[in-house]
């Protein structure tokens, strides 16, 4: 499995799901590849001023959020969001993987 693959099991699936919907929903603007592994957005919220997030696919507890959860040690919806606006086709499987066995 690549670091990209095992990334999304960092996240509790509650998180995932709030972060898929933001992505969707076209709140994640200004991406921009770092490295290799790392990326960063700006994830626009409930609160006016939004969320600057920072994934890192190699060493995912290095990524970062300067939002309250995040704050406490935890993967957030923002770096979720991050994560599916840099990869969609990650979306697709991981919405695909909520809706259940295909016949
Ligand atoms: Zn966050």
Do not use: W
């Not at 699936?13 to 290799?36: C, F, M, P, W």
């Not at 890192?56 to 959860?69: A, G, I, K, N, Y």
């Not at 990869?87 to 695909?96: G, H, N, R, T, V």
């Amino acid at each position: 499995m690549s670091n990209r693959e095992n990334f999304p099991g960092y996240f509790r699936q509650s998180i995932l799901i709030r972060g898929l919907e933001y992505h969707r929903a076209g709140n994640v603007r200004n991406l921009k590849q770092i490295t290799d592994s790392v990326y960063t957005a700006h994830v626009e919220g409930t609160e006016e001023t939004g969320y600057t997030a920072r994934i890192d696919l190699e060493r995912p507890h290095l990524s970062s959020c300067d939002c309250p959860f995040a704050s406490k040690d935890m993967m957030c919806k923002h770096m979720a969001a991050v994560f599916f606006e840099a990869f969609p086709e990650e979306a697709d499987k991981f919405e695909k993987y909520l809706s259940g066995p295909e016949e």
